[in-house]
């Protein structure tokens, strides 16, 4: 049975850093896409970062670049989101996703929406 555990989430003022931690059963991670995608108040899911399993290569959304940093620990079967200079925009809930498409790319996988299992999902609130 395929079951996600994310950790991490939380109130932190502007500026702030939190990690996300998703960790992953049922299935073994190394051959899964993995991402990031987050639910805005009045706003559709969006992906915010993925990860080829294929050969590394990552996706962010613009407003993330440079602030947020996806990776993963096969051994621990855990997907990974840094998220530094947490602004208020940036509030939503967090889903930990998986594509099993080998091929596909990171790119594709987030803008298309490319999911095979979400995560529960976890709140951030980026406040003073």
């Known amino acids: 049975q395929v079951q996600f555990v994310e950790s991490g989430g939380g109130l932190v003022q502007p500026g702030g850093s939190l990690r996300l931690s998703c960790v992953a059963s049922?299935?073994?991670?190394?051959?899964?896409?993995i991402g990031w995608f987050r639910q805005a108040p009045g706003k559709e899911r969006e992906g915010v970062s993925c990860?080829?399993?294929?050969?590394?290569?990552?996706y962010y959304e613009d407003s993330v670049k440079g602030r947020f940093s996806i990776s993963r620990d096969n051994v621990k079967n855990t997907v990974y989101l840094q998220m530094n200079s947490l602004k208020p925009e940036d509030t939503g809930v967090y889903y930990c996703?998986?594509?099993?498409?080998?091929?596909?790319?990171?790119?594709?996988?987030?803008?298309?929406?490319?999911?095979?299992?979400w995560g529960q999902g976890t709140q951030v609130t980026v406040s003073s």
């Open positions: 049922g299935f073994t991670l190394h051959y899964y896409n």
């Open positions: 996703v998986v594509h099993g498409d080998f091929g596909a790319t990171a790119q594709a996988m987030c803008e298309m929406t490319l999911i095979d299992f």
């Open positions: 990860a080829s399993a294929k050969d590394g290569s990552t």
